[in-house]
T-cell receptor
């Protein structure tokens, strides 16, 4: 049982480039989440999804987009990368909102 | 947005010592969760609490859901070197704020005493 997997593990982007961070879970969870973690700042919710075809904004959605075409996958898209998007990105999933969330290993992104 | 106040921000441990940390808020919570994050890894769930007053243990870890529903603490007994890392509390607001999603504290960083 892999749980939540994320790719890539590391990435360096130039300003203005775009990329997609991949997230897959094999626990048949309805809810999936994208967070960013900046040093000393905890986890901030970017987007979340309550099921296939349904997504909604979290606390810090600007500069990101998501889609949820299947229960398993929840990719995060960065368009026109900016230095402010340098961060560690975590994907998580849960059975229901407010319930135990399980995290992937993270993607460390640097925008220069 | 809603705030969880987690303290202390950091602490140093000596092997064998007991450790205590807590999270407080001015709002009422349905759920309290405690996570540990090792360097370069994602947070790992340690303990989940769903009922006011609930006291739950996981090995040397004990956590409690405060009776007022506004706080939670985590204790680690007889600490060992592998306890170092960042500990996060997280909770779901009782009144459905933040769209029912978890709110995270900023973390307590445990390091080994030099």
């Amino acid at each position: 049982n892999a749980g939540v997997t994320q790719t890539p593990k590391f990435r360096i982007l130039k300003i203005g480039q775009s990329m997609t961070l991949q997230c897959t879970q094999d626990m048949n969870h309805n809810y999936m989440y994208w967070y960013r973690q900046d040093p000393g700042m905890g986890l901030k919710l970017i987007y979340y999804s309550v099921g296939a075809g349904i997504t909604d904004k979290g606390e810090v959605p600007n500069g990101y987009n998501v889609s949820r075409s299947t229960t398993e996958d929840f990719p995060l898209r960065l368009e026109l990368a900016a230095p402010s998007q340098t961060s560690v990105y975590f994907c998580a999933s849960s059975f229901v909102a407010g319930f135990e969330q399980y995290f992937g290993p993270g993607t460390r992104l640097t925008v220069t | 947005g809603q705030q969880l106040n987690q303290s202390p921000q950091s602490m140093f441990i000596q092997e064998g010592e007991d450790v205590s940390m807590n999270c407080t808020s001015s709002s009422i919570f349905n759920t309290w969760l405690w996570y540990k994050q090792d360097p370069g890894e994602g947070p790992v769930l340690l303990i989940a609490l769903y009922k006011a007053g609930e006291l739950t243990s996981n090995g040397r870890l004990t956590a409690q859901f405060g009776i007022t529903r506004k706080d939670s603490f985590l204790n680690i007994s007889a600490s060992i070197p592998s306890d170092v890392g960042i500990y996060f509390c997280a909770g779901q607001l009782y009144y459905g704020g933040s769209q029912g999603n978890l709110i995270f504290g900023k973390g307590t960083k445990l390091s080994v005493k030099p």
